[in-house]
Nanobody, 121 residues
């Protein structure tokens, strides 16, 4: 079993900052990719940022220059530093990881439970 546990969401004023964390635990051989998605009410779940095993990073255009993704391989943890937050960033943020459970298994996608981020004055 693999678990992704997120933390760090909350309520923040426009222009403020938050830092999300997501730790993967359980039966993990290796992690291929980790990332953050978000879903606002009535909208689809969209990619916010991702970071690969080789440290390739991708961002959604809407967060470039404001958000930064990073990871700690030793802790199987990914972070999302969110600065200059805007009301449009309000959503449930989900952690995602593409994981090899064993050396011979195919890569599997896992999701966290989601953490609410609300940007409002």
């Amino acid at each position: 079993q693999v678990q992704l546990v997120e933390s760090g969401g909350g309520l923040v004023q426009p222009g403020g900052s938050l830092r999300l964390s997501c730790a993967a635990s359980g039966s993990i051989f290796s992690i291929y990719n980790m990332g953050w998605y978000r879903q606002a009410p009535g909208k689809e779940r969209d990619l916010v940022a991702s970071i690969s095993r080789t440290d390739r990073i991708d961002y959604a255009d809407s967060v470039k220059g404001r958000f930064a993704i990073s990871k700690d391989n030793a802790k199987n943890t990914v972070y999302l530093q969110m600065n200059s937050l805007e009301p449009e960033d309000t959503a449930v943020y989900y952690c995602n990881a593409d994981i090899f459970v064993t050396r011979y298994s195919p890569v599997e996608k896992y999701w966290g439970q989601g953490t609410q981020v609300t940007v409002s004055s």
